[in-house]
């Protein structure tokens, strides 16, 4: 079947029943997407479908048949294509602000983390603190680093809303 | 360029210099076609100048997430000269890597800094040396900077890419050259940004989970969900390998107990794994995560005196005011966010194992013993996994990969599932403790005593005994020592003049599979010692800030308990508030502990809701001082980590097992601190620019933990002695007040 991932149409050889998380691993070599529990707890392998974050760990291949999936490499685009921006920036700003923020330890979570908080921006620009808390509670960091991805979405947000009174 | 020209240059250098093209072949072939360690003792292997004015500095420490690798450098790059854009490092390899022990014990900096501090000061001075011999000017009226060494006018000058780019030192590493004072540093004591966060957050950093090798298998584990008492292990009673006959190419492979499945697609050995057709001999050995406390109480064991000074036993009779405290600590796990993984290729004469060890000499040793290989003829590359906060089932995963790839005969990659991970971890053990302290009337602590019931780490990884090695206790190493009760974190910070600590030591064989988790045994220490010293401080009608500085000496501390209590804005709080009949009622707490080496205080604002039992914590304060802190933003980083992960320890984490095995085999059945609960943290980095590196990166969580216990009791007027703190033990433990 092909499915479409970050704007490329691509022809994959698994079987119906697959994962979307192992073809996007084994058959497109992204490594955004990871395995973390592989039951829909922890959200590692986030990917945006047609804009909506879900697991790609239980949703089989087939069901993303004729959507438009977006994983953590393809965020910027995303991100250029819905704000209709004249080109494609380095990163989305979320990753621009976790990374502003330094808020990373080891990142593993931060596949999930950076593809919650674009969907959340995407939907509700001026999130509170207990907006973002309640968005991303699906999503666990071993690291404890919560307090610093909280504070960097609000950045992202901040971002966001100057670059679109800019644009506008 | 001034001086002579390179080719007169090597003419005239020397001995020092004769060979170097001869050499730099063989040193290029020897770092990573030859076994290591590389020698120690030459400077060569610590770092490279390359003929770009940069320089790769060799590693010995795993980057476990933390930062220490960026912090490394920073070291690096100081003594060197050097902007950090001109330092670099290379994966951890034990063909190319120096064995510097493991990343274990906050380390990296403690004992790494001082090597790679000393090693690039002695490349300084030899580049120094060379400079002034091309130039013709003494050292003395040379100057460096970014690895350009010039006269003090600027009128010659030379880089240090000019004077060896590309060609080794071959100079021995004596240790003997004068490092940088603090003053000097331009680097070290800095805020550096983490060099590895711009390939995390774009998705290009290769996690361990990543990586794929040629003509590879994906493999996985089938074993009983949950593990059993580690001295029983699992035993197959039958498996039958025509259940997999529905996945086309998908086998068993078999070593002993052991059991693997492989296939060329990773869906199909997930689907493997699950459809096996095996069954496991019962077994009913453990007393059950309700139970566990009870028998590791009622255990005979011998006493171990861990330390001793005056009589505590007649000061503890005599004395004004006695308080006692037990502790009831569960296992917990270590859970990294992303299960381990590991890719083997085993061959008939060599190994190559590719995973996310702590230390990849170890890992090593041990893979060369069951493959039956020498040691020289594996090789092992570290991959970064997710933080793994100690023996986590990363060494376990690497064997699993390794027995399935000399099994199958070509590579083979094993990721673990969450019920492996989870279900078969080396548990941080469950520990119980009973402290008695005792202070006079005046307020000054004359006696303490703690008695710690806890087990030994298991020394035999899951795979290896499913394939038939004996379970046997973990016992060499550098981790030794902190399998048992802290000097440190009971009661080392105070003045005490009658202590005693004791050990009381169970069979790891009789209970769950462990090793050392983050901080290993310091949250349970302080939760009780802790909390005995808070009572006595409310039994005299003091408040425990001050009761705690009255009975400290030590600079240190005092430092870390100030900065703490500063931070947090600390009033004097001379009675715990009682339960207002709210149904919200808010407590505040201070605590001290440590790991091995630094010292940390806390104070913890939580809220206890008095319906449910839910206990949450508000605003948590963690204040370190780890000697000369070399960057104080990672420090700050690894505080706030710290502070939240004690939060999930107290609040959530307990693993639970059944007379059979263990039961907590995901996020739901092993649930942890979330974003909705999460606290706001306050990290303070007490810098201490003259005093040594110490460790960071766990030693904040022991005082956290107590500052926790102590806030419930602020809020509640009532001790809790059992973590996680519950809603069901939160009510039962009201209830009964």
Redesign the interface.
């Known amino acids: 079947m092909t499915i479409n991932v970050n704007g490329k149409a691509s022809t994959v050889a698994a079987a119906p029943d697959t994962p979307l998380l192992y073809v996007l691993s084994n058959e497109l070599q992204l490594q955004g997407p990871r395995f973390g529990c592989g039951l829909a707890q922890c959200g590692s392998c986030s990917v945006l479908v047609d804009g909506v974050e879900k697991r790609s760990c239980v949703t089989p291949v087939s069901a993303v048949d004729g959507k438009s999936i977006t994983t953590l490499e393809g965020l910027p685009m995303w991100y250029a294509v819905t704000k209709r921006l004249a080109r494609v920036p380095e990163l989305h700003p979320v990753q621009q602000a976790m990374l502003d923020e330094q808020a990373l330890q080891c990142g593993y979570c931060y596949n999930g983390m950076i593809v919650k908080a674009a969907e959340l921006l995407s939907k509700n620009p001026r999130p509170d603190d207990a907006q973002i808390k309640r968005a991303m509670n699906g999503h666990l960091c071993r690291c404890g680093t919560y307090p610093r991805i909280v504070s960097a979405v609000r950045r992202a947000a901040d971002m966001m809303l100057k670059a679109s009174a800019v644009a506008r | 360029m001034t001086g002579l020209p390179r080719r007169e240059f090597l003419k005239a250098g020397g001995a020092l210099v004769i060979g170097f093209n001869l050499r730099d072949v063989l040193l290029a072939q020897a770092r990573g076609s030859a076994a290591g360690p590389p020698d120690a003792r030459q400077i060569d292997t610590w770092l490279a100048i390359h003929a770009d004015n940069t320089a790769t500095v060799y590693v010995g420490f795993a980057e476990?997430?933390?930062?220490t690798s960026t912090a490394l450098l920073q070291i690096a790059a100081d003594e060197l000269d050097l902007g950090m854009e001109q330092v670099g490092s290379v994966r951890l390899d034990t063909n190319v890597t120096p064995n510097q022990g493991g990343t274990y014990s906050s380390a990296s900096i403690a004992r790494g800094g001082p090597q790679i501090r000393t090693a690039a000061a002695e490349a300084r001075l030899a580049l120094f040396e060379m400079a002034s011999k091309r130039l013709n000017i003494p050292t003395s009226g040379l100057t460096v900077s970014k690895g350009v060494v010039s006269t003090v006018d600027g009128s010659k000058r030379v880089t240090y890419g000019e004077l060896v780019g590309n060609r080794t030192f071959n100079l021995p590493f004596t240790g003997s050259a004068p490092v940088k004072k603090p003053a000097e540093y331009k680097i070290v004591a800095t805020p550096v940004?983490?060099r590895?966060?711009?390939d995390?957050?774009?998705?290009?950093?290769?996690?361990m989970?990543?990586v794929?090798v040629p003509g590879m298998l994906h493999g996985r584990v089938v074993r009983p969900r949950g593990q059993r008492a580690y001295g029983v292990g699992a035993h197959v009673t039958s498996v039958d390998e025509a259940s997999l006959r529905s996945i086309p190419g998908a086998r068993l492979l078999r070593k002993g107990d052991f059991l693997g499945v492989v296939a060329e697609?990773?869906?199909d050995a997930?689907r493997a794994a699950r459809q096996l057709a095996v069954k496991w001999e019962p077994t009913a050995a453990l007393p059950g995560s309700e139970k566990v406390y009870e028998k590791m109480r009622a255990a005979k064991t011998s006493e171990e005196v861990v330390l001793q000074r005056g009589d505590a036993a007649a000061a503890l009779a005599s004395a004004a005011h006695v308080v006692s405290q037990t502790a009831r600590a569960p296992y917990q796990a270590h859970?990294?966010?992303?299960?381990n993984?590991a890719v083997a290729d085993v061959k008939a004469d060599s190994a190559l194992v590719m995973c996310s060890t702590q230390d990849v000499y170890a890992t090593r040793r041990t893979l060369a013993a069951l493959l039956k290989l020498p040691e020289k003829s594996v090789r092992v590359q570290y991959y970064?996994?997710?933080?793994t906060?100690g023996h986590s089932c990363y060494d376990d995963v690497a064997q699993a990969a390794a027995f399935l790839s000399q099994e199958a005969g070509q590579p083979v990659r094993v990721?673990f599932?969450?019920a492996d991970e989870h279900g078969w971890d080396n548990f941080g053990p469950a520990h119980v403790g009973e402290v008695r302290a005792a202070a006079d009337a005046g307020g000054k602590l004359v006696a303490y005593e703690y008695h710690g019931w806890q087990h030994s780490w298991s020394g035999t990884e899951a795979s290896a005994q499913l394939a038939g090695e004996a379970a046997v206790e973990f016992l060499a190493g550098p981790v030794q020592g902190v399998q048992g009760v802290n000097r440190l974190t009971c009661g080392g910070m105070y003045q005490v003049p009658n202590l005693r600590l004791v050990n009381h030591k169970l069979p790891v064989v009789e209970y769950l599979k462990a090793g050392w988790l983050r901080s290993p045994l310091d949250l349970s220490f302080a939760f009780a010692s802790e909390q005995a010293i808070d009572q006595l401080a409310h039994l005299l009608g003091i408040d425990p800030y001050e009761f705690r500085r009255r009975n400290i000496a030590d600079d240190r501390w005092l430092g870390v308990l100030d900065a703490a209590a500063k931070a947090a804005n600390w009033t004097p709080r001379p009675v715990a508030a009682k339960r207002n009949g709210g149904k919200i009622v808010a407590g505040r707490g201070i605590g001290l502990g440590t790991h091995l080496q630094s010292w940390g205080g806390a104070v913890a604002d939580i809220e206890v809701n008095a319906e449910t039992g839910k206990v949450v914590a508000k605003h948590l304060y963690g204040a370190i001082d780890a000697g000369l802190v070399v960057n104080p933003?990672?420090v700050e980083?690894?505080i706030?980590?710290?502070?939240?992960?004690t939060a999930?320890r107290l609040f959530h984490e307990e693993v639970t097992f059944d007379t059979t095995g263990v039961t907590s085999l995901?996020?739901?059945s092993y649930p942890?601190?979330?974003?909705?609960e999460?606290?706001?943290?306050t990290p303070v980095v007490v810098q201490r620019l003259n005093e040594r590196c110490l460790g960071a990166g766990e030693e904040v969580m022991a005082a956290a933990a107590g500052a926790i216990a102590n806030a419930f009791f602020d809020a509640t007027g009532v001790r809790m002695e059992t973590f996680p703190m519950t809603p069901k033990r939160v009510l039962s433990v009201l209830k009964r007040a």
């Open positions: 476990l997430g933390q930062g940004a983490r590895d966060l711009p995390k957050v774009n998705g290009t950093h290769v996690y989970q990543h794929r697609h990773e869906w997930v859970a990294p966010f992303g299960p993984c970064e996994g997710s933080g906060y990721q599932m969450r933003a990672i980083s690894q706030c980590g710290q502070l939240v992960q999930s995901d996020w739901s942890v601190l979330r974003f909705e999460c606290p706001e943290v």
